[in-house]
């Protein structure tokens, strides 16, 4: 079984800083990792995944991801966020090689960027 | 570019009664997922689905709950007998053999 953790609910930036959102996840098996962002009102948009490779995984709108295996970690960055980066943003784990499988959601990090 | 689809958007129903909810899945995909998200809390897995079968359903996934691809395009999810505890946001996602899942729009349902 596997379990994310996104240790802080709420972060609020001004516009233009650096953000980094946490996300740790628990796993016997490998796995792939996601990041998906909620934007108020609509469904959920895929930012950026790891599945194999370099560890650092780039996206859309200028977001990037380190894989860190040792310390079990997949922390979103972006170096300078516009107000239109506020929304929710989830950490999301399947177990590795397996098709098909189900998704394990962390409990979300709302990223709300003040002018 | 290609998305996932769900109808409606928002759907009202008494306690006790049934309910569809409609996805169109991308295309070329062959994996067809059911999740929700209940207010204020995790997107919560509820079922897969591969080659006209169920691979793999979570214990939220009880009796009351079915799912069919009715034809080539559509895949639904059915709760027979709606709970107050059903209010949710249900997602719909796709995937191909080893890719990841991409989400529609969801339908928000509100059991009164």
């Known amino acids: 079984a596997q379990s994310v953790t996104q240790l802080d609910s709420q972060v609020p930036v001004f516009e233009e800083a650096p953000v980094e959102l946490r996300c740790n996840y628990s796993?016997?098996?490998?796995?792939?990792l996601f990041w998906y962002v909620q934007y108020p009102n609509q469904g959920l948009q895929l930012l950026l995944k790891?599945?194999?490779?370099?560890?650092l995984v780039k996206g859309i709108n200028g977001f990037e991801a380190e894989f860190n295996k040792s310390q079990t970690s997949f922390h979103l960055r972006k170096p300078s966020v516009h107000i239109s980066d506020t929304a929710e943003y989830f950490c999301?784990?399947?177990?590795?090689?397996?098709?098909?499988?189900?998704?394990?959601f962390g409990g979300g990090t709302r990223l709300m960027v003040k002018p | 570019e290609p998305e996932v689809t769900q109808t409606p958007s928002h759907q009202v129903t008494q306690m006790g009664q049934e309910v569809i909810l409609r996805c169109v899945p991308i295309s070329n995909h062959l994996y067809f997922y059911w999740y929700r998200q209940i207010l204020g809390q995790k997107v919560e897995f509820l079922v897969s689905f591969y080659n006209n079968e169920i691979s793999e359903k979570s214990e939220i996934f009880d009796d009351q709950f079915s799912v069919e691809r009715p034809d080539g395009s559509n895949f639904t999810l059915k709760i027979r007998s709606t709970k107050l505890e059903d209010s949710a946001m249900y997602f719909c996602?796709?995937?191909?053999?080893?890719?990841?899942?991409?989400f529609g729009p969801g339908t928000r349902l509100l059991v009164l």
């Open positions: 999301a784990v399947s177990p590795y090689n397996n098709a098909g499988n189900m998704l394990t």
């Open positions: 796993s016997s098996v490998s796995v792939y």
């Open positions: 790891y599945l194999s490779g370099s560890t």
């Open positions: 996602a796709s995937s191909d053999s080893l890719g990841p899942q991409y």
